[in-house]
Nanobody, 123 residues
Framework: VQLQACGGGLVQTGGSLRLSCAAS????????MGWFRQAPGKEREFVAG????????SYTGSVKGRFTISRDNAKSTMYLEMNSLKPEDTAVYYC?????????????????WGQGTLVTVSS
């Protein structure tokens, strides 16, 4: 199984980025997916999650209204549209997949992780 995250980069405050996570080696359409991030010197945290069907989405409070998670099961790909970016959004962003709901799932129990993509927001 591979989860390939891409789309990170350097952006100014207020800018936008779109992250993608391409999955292979698993039946993408039955997995719940999520994005996590780890800022320098901090623990990894949940950012957003989406159910296998795309019907249910969840976000951590600090990104609500700015980030949008989506998926295309036909392309086995998940996305994270990030708008109004702030310096505190600077982190390595990881995609994750699990049969169970990603929200609230201990990281140690998440079944699959991607390799991460770096997002840097300059002030």
């Amino acid at each position: 199984v591979q989860l390939q995250a891409c789309g990170g980069g350097l952006v100014q405050t207020g800018g936008s980025l779109r992250l993608s996570c391409a999955a292979s080696g698993l039946t993408f359409g039955i997995y719940n997916m999520g994005w996590f991030r780890q800022a320098p010197g901090k623990e990894r945290e949940f950012v957003a999650g989406i159910s296998w069907s795309g019907d249910n989405r969840s976000y951590t409070g600090s990104v609500k209204g700015r980030f949008t998670i989506s998926r295309d099961n036909a392309k086995s790909t998940m996305y994270l549209e990030m708008n109004s970016l702030k310096p505190e959004d600077t982190a390595v962003y990881y995609c994750a997949a699990d049969i169970n709901d990603i929200l609230g799932l201990p990281e140690s129990q998440v079944e699959y992780w991607g390799q991460g993509t770096l997002v840097t927001v300059s002030s």
